[in-house]
Protein backbone atom coordinates (compact mmCIF):
# COMPACT_ATOMS: atom_id res chain seq x y z
CA UNK A 1 0.00 0.00 0.00
CA UNK A 2 1.09 3.57 -0.60
CA UNK A 3 2.36 5.53 2.94
CA UNK A 4 0.41 7.45 2.55
CA UNK A 5 -2.54 5.32 2.82
CA UNK A 6 -0.49 4.16 6.15
CA UNK A 7 -1.04 7.61 7.50
CA UNK A 8 -4.16 7.81 6.70
CA UNK A 9 -5.16 4.43 8.67
CA UNK A 10 -2.90 5.79 11.81
CA UNK A 11 -5.36 8.77 11.34
CA UNK A 12 -8.61 6.83 11.74
CA UNK A 13 -7.31 4.70 14.20
CA UNK A 14 -6.29 7.92 16.56
CA UNK A 15 -10.04 8.74 16.16
CA UNK A 16 -11.21 5.38 17.20
CA UNK A 17 -8.40 5.16 20.16
CA UNK A 18 -9.54 8.81 21.31
CA UNK A 19 -13.22 8.13 21.24
CA UNK A 20 -12.18 4.64 23.35
CA UNK A 21 -10.03 6.48 25.78
CA UNK A 22 -12.86 9.03 26.83
CA UNK A 23 -15.25 6.47 27.27
CA UNK A 24 -13.16 4.54 29.65
CA UNK A 25 -12.37 8.01 31.66
CA UNK A 26 -9.12 8.11 30.85
CA UNK A 27 -7.47 11.79 31.39
CA UNK A 28 -4.67 12.58 30.10
CA UNK A 29 -4.13 10.51 26.32
CA UNK A 30 -1.09 11.49 24.51
CA UNK A 31 -0.10 11.20 20.78
CA UNK A 32 3.17 11.08 19.27
CA UNK A 33 2.65 12.47 15.69
CA UNK A 34 5.74 13.32 13.57
CA UNK A 35 9.26 13.98 15.18
CA UNK A 36 11.16 17.00 13.43
CA UNK A 37 13.17 14.02 11.36
CA UNK A 38 10.22 12.74 10.33
CA UNK A 39 9.60 16.30 9.01
CA UNK A 40 13.06 16.70 7.32
CA UNK A 41 13.94 13.68 6.14
CA UNK A 42 10.95 12.56 4.26
CA UNK A 43 10.10 12.53 0.51
CA UNK A 44 7.61 15.86 -0.29
CA UNK A 45 4.89 13.80 -1.90
CA UNK A 46 4.83 12.02 1.73
CA UNK A 47 5.03 14.96 3.77
CA UNK A 48 2.40 16.96 1.75
CA UNK A 49 0.23 13.40 2.20
CA UNK A 50 0.53 14.04 6.03
CA UNK A 51 0.06 17.60 6.41
CA UNK A 52 -3.48 16.94 3.86
CA UNK A 53 -4.41 14.26 6.95
CA UNK A 54 -3.49 16.49 9.98
CA UNK A 55 -5.60 19.53 8.78
CA UNK A 56 -7.97 17.23 7.57
CA UNK A 57 -8.69 15.20 10.94
CA UNK A 58 -8.23 18.66 12.67
CA UNK A 59 -11.07 20.05 11.18
CA UNK A 60 -12.86 17.01 12.86
CA UNK A 61 -11.78 17.31 16.45
CA UNK A 62 -13.03 21.02 15.69
CA UNK A 63 -16.19 19.69 15.27
CA UNK A 64 -16.21 16.72 17.47
CA UNK A 65 -19.34 15.47 19.41
CA UNK A 66 -17.02 13.51 22.11
CA UNK A 67 -14.30 16.40 22.51
CA UNK A 68 -16.63 18.99 23.90
CA UNK A 69 -19.13 16.63 25.57
CA UNK A 70 -15.99 15.50 27.73
CA UNK A 71 -14.68 18.81 27.92
CA UNK A 72 -11.04 17.78 26.72
CA UNK A 73 -8.23 20.08 26.42
CA UNK A 74 -6.02 20.03 23.47
CA UNK A 75 -2.80 20.95 23.13
CA UNK A 76 -0.19 20.36 20.58
CA UNK A 77 2.97 20.40 21.30
CA UNK A 78 6.38 20.78 19.31
CA UNK A 79 7.77 23.06 16.61
CA UNK A 80 4.68 22.50 14.05
CA UNK A 81 4.21 26.34 13.94
CA UNK A 82 7.62 26.69 12.36
CA UNK A 83 7.14 23.53 9.85
CA UNK A 84 3.63 23.57 9.08
CA UNK A 85 1.63 25.80 6.04
CA UNK A 86 -0.80 28.71 7.25
CA UNK A 87 -3.85 26.83 6.42
CA UNK A 88 -2.83 24.34 8.55
CA UNK A 89 -1.47 26.00 11.66
CA UNK A 90 -5.09 28.13 11.09
CA UNK A 91 -7.01 24.98 11.98
CA UNK A 92 -4.47 24.24 14.81
CA UNK A 93 -5.05 27.23 16.52
CA UNK A 94 -9.11 27.17 16.05
CA UNK A 95 -9.30 23.55 17.99
CA UNK A 96 -6.78 24.62 20.59
CA UNK A 97 -8.83 28.00 21.24
CA UNK A 98 -11.99 26.54 21.61
CA UNK A 99 -10.66 23.57 23.73
CA UNK A 100 -8.43 25.63 26.03
CA UNK A 101 -11.21 26.50 29.02
CA UNK A 102 -11.76 22.74 29.15
CA UNK A 103 -10.94 21.13 32.46
CA UNK A 104 -12.08 17.84 32.81
CA UNK A 105 -9.73 15.91 30.08
CA UNK A 106 -6.47 16.87 28.12
CA UNK A 107 -5.71 15.26 24.97
CA UNK A 108 -2.14 15.86 23.37
CA UNK A 109 -0.60 15.77 20.41
CA UNK A 110 3.35 16.03 19.80
CA UNK A 111 3.62 17.34 15.83
CA UNK A 112 7.64 18.13 15.07
CA UNK A 113 8.41 17.57 18.29
CA UNK A 114 11.69 16.43 19.85
CA UNK A 115 12.66 15.20 23.38
CA UNK A 116 15.78 16.36 22.82
CA UNK A 117 14.69 19.39 21.08
CA UNK A 118 12.57 20.17 24.25
CA UNK A 119 15.75 19.91 26.40
CA UNK A 120 17.97 21.95 24.84
CA UNK A 121 15.20 24.88 24.21
CA UNK A 122 14.94 24.63 28.16
CA UNK A 123 18.17 25.03 28.36
CA UNK A 124 18.38 27.60 26.15
CA UNK A 125 15.38 29.51 27.75
CA UNK A 126 17.20 29.07 31.49
CA UNK A 127 20.09 30.21 30.52
CA UNK A 128 18.86 33.25 28.96
CA UNK A 129 16.06 33.78 31.47
CA UNK A 130 17.87 32.81 35.08
CA UNK A 131 20.39 35.00 37.61
CA UNK A 132 23.88 33.54 36.90
CA UNK A 133 24.62 31.25 39.94
CA UNK A 134 20.89 30.50 40.05
CA UNK A 135 20.81 27.06 41.95
CA UNK A 136 18.88 24.92 38.69
CA UNK A 137 16.02 22.91 40.29
CA UNK A 138 13.59 20.49 38.77
CA UNK A 139 10.70 23.17 39.57
CA UNK A 140 12.88 25.15 36.94
CA UNK A 141 13.06 23.06 34.66
CA UNK A 142 9.77 21.86 34.04
CA UNK A 143 8.57 25.20 34.41
CA UNK A 144 10.75 25.95 30.59
CA UNK A 145 9.87 22.66 29.05
CA UNK A 146 7.33 22.79 26.20
CA UNK A 147 5.41 20.34 28.45
CA UNK A 148 5.64 22.80 31.58
CA UNK A 149 2.17 21.65 33.09
CA UNK A 150 1.22 18.42 31.55
CA UNK A 151 1.49 15.64 33.91
CA UNK A 152 3.87 13.40 34.43
CA UNK A 153 3.31 10.11 32.15
CA UNK A 154 2.14 7.15 33.90
CA UNK A 155 1.95 4.61 30.91
CA UNK A 156 4.35 4.99 27.82
CA UNK A 157 2.80 2.36 24.86
CA UNK A 158 4.94 2.16 21.73
CA UNK A 159 3.95 0.47 18.83
CA UNK A 160 5.29 -1.30 15.82
CA UNK A 161 7.73 -4.35 17.22
CA UNK A 162 10.65 -1.82 18.27
CA UNK A 163 11.19 -1.95 22.27
CA UNK A 164 12.67 1.57 22.84
CA UNK A 165 12.03 4.84 23.24
CA UNK A 166 13.14 7.55 20.22
CA UNK A 167 14.44 10.92 20.22
CA UNK A 168 14.11 11.23 24.13
CA UNK A 169 10.58 11.04 23.66
CA UNK A 170 9.73 13.04 26.61
CA UNK A 171 12.70 12.26 28.51
CA UNK A 172 11.45 14.72 31.52
CA UNK A 173 7.85 13.30 31.82
CA UNK A 174 8.69 9.31 31.44
CA UNK A 175 11.66 9.39 34.26
CA UNK A 176 9.41 6.93 36.20
CA UNK A 177 6.80 5.50 33.54
CA UNK A 178 5.84 2.49 32.69
CA UNK A 179 6.71 1.09 29.95
CA UNK A 180 4.62 -1.07 27.23
CA UNK A 181 5.64 -2.09 23.85
CA UNK A 182 3.65 -3.51 21.61
CA UNK A 183 4.27 -6.13 18.43
CA UNK A 184 1.85 -4.78 15.97
CA UNK A 185 2.16 -1.41 13.71
CA UNK A 186 0.14 1.53 14.89
CA UNK A 187 -2.94 1.36 12.62
CA UNK A 188 -3.47 -1.91 13.94
CA UNK A 189 -3.23 -1.36 17.90
CA UNK A 190 -7.30 -0.94 18.03
CA UNK A 191 -9.83 -0.73 20.70
CA UNK A 192 -8.72 -4.58 21.77
CA UNK A 193 -4.97 -4.21 22.22
CA UNK A 194 -5.46 -0.79 23.90
CA UNK A 195 -7.21 -2.72 26.58
CA UNK A 196 -4.78 -5.81 27.05
CA UNK A 197 -2.24 -2.56 27.24
CA UNK A 198 -4.45 -1.20 30.26
CA UNK A 199 -5.14 -4.47 31.68
CA UNK A 200 -1.26 -5.24 31.70
CA UNK A 201 -0.80 -1.55 33.30
CA UNK A 202 -3.36 -2.50 36.11
CA UNK A 203 -1.49 -5.97 37.03
CA UNK A 204 1.67 -4.06 37.71
CA UNK A 205 3.29 -2.52 40.38
CA UNK A 206 4.71 1.43 40.73
CA UNK A 207 7.76 1.61 43.11
CA UNK A 208 8.69 5.40 41.92
CA UNK A 209 12.74 4.90 42.77
CA UNK A 210 11.89 2.92 46.39
Known amino acids: MPISEGHEEGARNVERLIKYALKKGIQCLSFWGSSMDNLKKRPLEEKIALMDIYKRYFERLLESPEIHENQAKINVIGRWE ?4 EALKKIIHQVIEKTKKYEKKVLNFFLAYSGNDEM ?3 IEKIKNSC ?3 VKITSEIVEKNLMTAGIPAVDYLIRTGGEPHNSNGFLMWKTAESQ ?3 SEVSFPDFDEEK ?3 ALKEYERRGRRFGE
Do not use: D, R, V
Open 82 to 85: EQFP
Open 120 to 122: IQA
Open 194 to 196: FEE
Open 131 to 133: EKN
Open 179 to 181: LYF
